[in-house]
């Protein structure tokens, strides 16, 4: 299992010291840039680079005074240099080029950590998956018992869907690896492309082919949706726990420790909490995608009506979606499996999840497909209003009785027969079941 790293970590990213330190980074890569132009000397190029620091309290004083917070951030920088070399920071530019590929790289870096996390929950699901491969229990379709499967199928179905997810969250990742340092509107009249291509290339980034003041904000609104498909994952395993919870299924349990209260007044309970709060952040990261995809539409070359939301948006839906990852791996890695109680459910309905074998043996024996159907919906209508077993029914039917026997009727209700392609599932989604 992958080791799992602090949330702190995450929190750290979307910090004002690492927020402002991005910054620096971006306008570091200018002033070098123009150097290689040779439009900023060398010397002066480096000493910037040796020198230049900043305060996130004294941003804080000055942008009491600016009410502009990239004036502010300048201002601690022009602090630590001297007045000579400060001329050159921040020259040509225009503040969206640095906050803009500044954003992206914190990005990029929450995506890479988000990246761990899904990482090791694929591992996580594919080794519970192995654990429970042949725990047999009821598949159901609208909540009714359709046909056995196993305990292990459902977890390896949420395995897949966690490498889709990485591969979508990867493809987010580099739709958002993109700077722009092209100025005022997009033209680069005051800054030519050569800097912008050096700058991106400095910070590991690809350069804007086109932008306007801004870098568009489909690849932000990609990059938020993308977690909030990835949060959809979360919830929908957390919604499935917390029906095989229920009281009437109780087929699966999140873990409860020593110690923990589950209700204030019924000293019995026990209750999906973790899951259920699981399905609820689900709906802010959700959210959040909403109000990204409003960000796309600006106006004309730019306005900040964008800015605000993604202060916003962005840090919120990196640390949830971190944290979301995080408890479900512990919830998962602690879920109790209730092998009997699945057993004693999939009994239940007295042989009712073998109909459509009953049906497709009956038409292999020649009767007509309606009258089959009608044979053994007859049966199972009976099992419903009046109780017994569908192997009971039918044979009080002489239509089944003239096809197949009480003997193939043991054979058609074995449910092992309904697992003999588990192995090639496991291999197609690269899970390997042999031991050893």
Request: charged content about 25%; glycine content about 6%; hydrophobic content about 40%.
């Amino acid at each position: 299992m992958i080791d799992r790293y602090s949330r702190a970590e995450m929190a750290a990213v979307w910090s004002p010291q690492n927020r402002f330190q991005k910054w620096l980074d971006v306008e570091l890569a200018i002033t070098d840039a123009w150097a290689r132009e040779g439009v900023v000397d060398t010397a002066v190029a480096r000493r910037i680079r040796e020198n230049a620091r900043f305060s996130v309290e004294r941003i804080d004083v000055l942008e009491q005074q600016t009410h502009h917070d990239v004036v502010a951030f300048l201002g601690s920088v022009q602090e630590s240099i001297s007045e000579d070399d400060a001329r050159w920071v921040h020259f040509g530019v225009t503040s969206s080029d640095v906050v803009d590929t500044a954003l992206s790289l914190l990005m990029v870096e929450s995506g890479r950590l988000l990246l761990r996390g899904v990482d090791s929950l694929i591992a996580l699901t594919a080794a519970r998956a192995v654990e429970h491969a042949e725990t047999l229990m009821a598949g159901r379709t609208h909540g009714v018992h359709a046909e056995p499967i196993t305990m292990g199928l459902k977890i390896l179905l949420w395995h897949e869907e966690w490498k889709r997810q990485r591969a979508r969250l990867e493809q987010a990742i580099e739709s958002v690896r993109v700077g722009k340092v092209s100025g005022a509107v997009g033209t680069h009249a005051t800054i030519p492309p050569s800097v912008q291509e050096h700058v991106c290339e400095a910070l590991g980034l690809q350069a804007a082919p086109v932008s306007s003041q801004v870098l568009q904000r489909d690849r932000h609104a990609h990059f938020a949706t993308t977690l909030a498909l990835i949060a959809g994952t979360v919830e929908k395993i957390s919604l499935e726990c917390r029906h095989l919870q229920r009281t009437e299924v109780l087929e699966a349990q999140e873990p409860f420790a020593s110690g923990q209260k589950g209700s204030s007044s019924m000293p019995h309970k026990r209750n999906p909490v973790g899951f259920e709060n699981l399905c609820g952040l689900a709906r802010v990261v959700r959210s959040n995608s909403l109000a990204a995809m409003e960000n796309m539409a600006l106006w004309h070359e730019r306005d900040i009506s964008h800015s605000s939301v993604e202060r916003v948006i962005l840090p919120d839906s990196c640390i949830l979606l971190d944290y979301m990852m995080a408890r479900l791996e512990r919830l998962l890695k602690g879920l109790v499996i209730l092998p009997k109680r699945m057993r004693r459910n999939l009994d239940e309905t007295g042989g009712l999840l073998y109909s459509q074998r009953i049906l497709l043996a009956l038409i292999d024996r020649g009767l007509p497909r309606p009258e089959a159907y009608d044979v053994v919906q007859s049966a199972a209508r009976k099992v419903w209003d009046e109780g017994g077993t569908l192997a009971e029914r039918l044979l009080e039917d002489e239509r089944f009785c003239a096809r197949l026997s009480a003997a193939d009727l043991r054979e058609l209700t074995d449910p092992s027969w309904y697992l003999r392609h588990l192995p090639e599932i496991y291999r197609r989604a690269g899970v390997a079941l042999t031991s050893g």
